[in-house]
């Protein structure tokens, strides 16, 4: 059980996020041993052992910490004018960071395969899909559009469309098939998917780029 915190102790967590990630996102999740995380962050096992449980559980940490982040990045670019094309944009941004990618697809491959920490990380990924179906809702209504669909299904389905581009890139470099694809798809999804409000004054058309 972790110690009693101390002045300390949000330090050595934040050394070792950082060792974490950067050898996650070079090496692996499963090629990066507890040792290596330590000895880049210049820290001892027992300093981990006081903080996290386990590797499973300091990635997890790991992944609350991009979801803040992430979520932080979308509701600026959610903002004004345009917010639907930009908040779209930020976020196929955000999900095509190959490294992350490749060690989050990895995780979860992990996860899948062990009930419990599939259970924890699937509460970590509601927050996301939480997150990106409040920010949905209102760049639509600025729109004067509204889904067809429940707006967690839509956040899903948005979450899971990027994803996916992202595993095409991962094996198919950067094609220029596989760059573009998104700016095609995206847009007439949204259109199948959303109708106007019941206001006259509402135009209803969804942002041809993303």
Not at 69 to 95: I, N, Y
Not at 167 to 195: F, K, M, N, W
């Amino acid at each position: 059980m972790p110690k009693t915190p101390t002045k300390r102790r949000p330090v050595t967590r934040a050394a070792l996020l950082d060792s974490a990630r950067s050898l996650f996102t070079e090496r692996g999740f499963h090629a990066t041993s507890i040792s290596d995380i330590v000895e880049r962050a210049g820290l001892t096992r027992g300093a981990f052992y006081s903080n996290y449980r386990d590797k499973e559980e300091l990635f997890l940490a790991l992944y609350d910490v991009h979801t803040d982040s992430l979520l932080a990045a979308l509701r600026e670019a959610s903002v004004g004018p345009g917010s639907l094309d930009q908040l779209l944009a930020r976020f196929g941004e955000r999900a095509r960071e190959p490294q992350w990618f490749l060690a989050s697809m990895e995780f979860t491959l992990h996860a899948a395969r062990q009930p419990e920490l599939a259970a924890e990380l699937a509460e970590r990924e509601e927050r996301l899909v939480e997150g990106l179906a409040e920010l949905l809702t209102a760049a639509l209504a600025r729109l004067g559009l509204r889904p067809t669909i429940t707006v967690t299904d839509l956040s899903r389905l948005m979450i899971s469309l990027f994803e996916g581009l992202a595993a095409l890139r991962a094996s198919h470099g950067t094609h220029d098939d596989a760059r573009q694809l998104p700016q095609r798809v995206t847009p007439r999804i949204l259109q199948a998917l959303t109708e106007p409000v019941e206001d006259p004054g509402a135009d209803g058309i969804i942002p041809a780029g993303i």
